[in-house]
């Protein structure tokens, strides 16, 4: 008898295969269930390998040049990096003491009502419904391309000093702990001593203390467990070999998924296809920047203008030019329309386009949900600014907010796409 769909030898292979992959799930579900009762843990051998770990803060793009200095530090030093997950959303600045630790731990420590929250039916009510202000997802969800690079990582969700002692399975005699005295407590500067900028004194200089590489190679725990390392110059790049390797580092932080780069490519095929539209971005949520908004605003309107100039067309349809490049404005204002900081630009050029406008293709971002803690009903608010970056950085040119990081990376996207990213429509 053959084995067609309605035989009840299909039924059995159904269940049976229904059988299997539900007890896999389990499994899955299970073994990452946290459990208050620790079991005895067999120490783990690392035969060798050496680890180091840091505790994230602040903004999104913060975050990055945080994971940026850790990739190359931990290059430099042949360590393994323990990588936590990328926060979306509101994410605390620096602090010392142990307050980023516990915060870190409150962010991801799993709760198992998380678990429950994957049901549908349980999804519809009690702490699954909450409103979160952060999502955490991991960075290689983001930056698919670190993956390529020759730097060992360990990405892990639940992120905590503790957590990850015991996820290393180390006792505290394999952990080098340095604890911030500011900020900016320390630097890493990668020459021979005798080269290295001198009088660190605590006075006249960013960061309280200078570090060599091979100071930092000398430590021989398993764990160098440091807190905050941020800063655009923490960790010195000099020669060449540490310049490309920088450089390898920050071309595969570009945003890269197949997910985040189909309902890009969705919107950039409304604006007209790659390198077919303009870009500005104009940052203003946060008081450093609005003072300034006005001055800044009227630069990207010189610049779209030029640029339009340079194409010979004018904003709207001309004989010389009837398909002119249509505008994108990536921004954090609440309700761009509406903003009396942005009416200069919507007179001048009314149909400049926003993400609100593709509210329809961006359904698919929910899927993140996914991969993302802790659950949440809907996630779209938290990729929003991430496709208000990746949007722009398909554009023909590209004007940001002078002195945004948010603005410089998507400068650095813009080049980054440039060779590989989706054919022009023509
Ligand atoms: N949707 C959206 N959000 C934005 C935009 N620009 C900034 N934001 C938000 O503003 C906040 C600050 O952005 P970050 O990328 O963390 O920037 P930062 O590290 O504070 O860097 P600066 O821009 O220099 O302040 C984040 O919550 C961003 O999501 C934008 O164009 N669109
Ligand atoms: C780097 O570390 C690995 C162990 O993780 C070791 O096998 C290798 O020899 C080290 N390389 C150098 C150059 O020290
Ligand atoms: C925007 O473009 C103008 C030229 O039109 C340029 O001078 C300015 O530096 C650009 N601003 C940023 C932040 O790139
Ligand atoms: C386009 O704009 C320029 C000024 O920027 C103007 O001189 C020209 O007449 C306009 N062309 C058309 C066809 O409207
Ligand atoms: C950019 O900002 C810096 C200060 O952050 C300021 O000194 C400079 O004049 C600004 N440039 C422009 C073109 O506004």
Redesign the pocket.
Known sequence: MATTLGSPRFALLLAIIGFISFSLVSYIYISTIPTDASPVVKKYDHHGEKFLAYLPHSGLSNQRTELENALLLASYLNRTLVVPPAFLGKMQGWHNGDSMNQNLNDKTEPQPWWYQCHDKKASSHGPCNARSNYLSVPWDFLHESMANLDIPMRHIQHFSMENVQKWLTLDDDEIYNYQDTSVYSWKVCDRPKSKCPKGYDGKGHQYDTQWTVGDLRKIPHTLIQVQGIFGANRIGVTGREHVIKRSTIRTALAYRNPLLDAVTENIVNELGGKHNFLAIHVRMGDWQFLGAVRKNLA??I??LE?ELAKMGCNETSTPQCPNPPKIYLATDAKNPRKNENLAPLFERFPNTAIINDFQHLLVPLEKTKEIAQPPQKSVLRFMFPIIDSMVPANAKAF????G?TY?KYI?RLHKVYKPTKYVAAS
């Open positions: 630069i990207n010189k610049f030029n004007n940001g907010t002078n945004s603005s400068e």
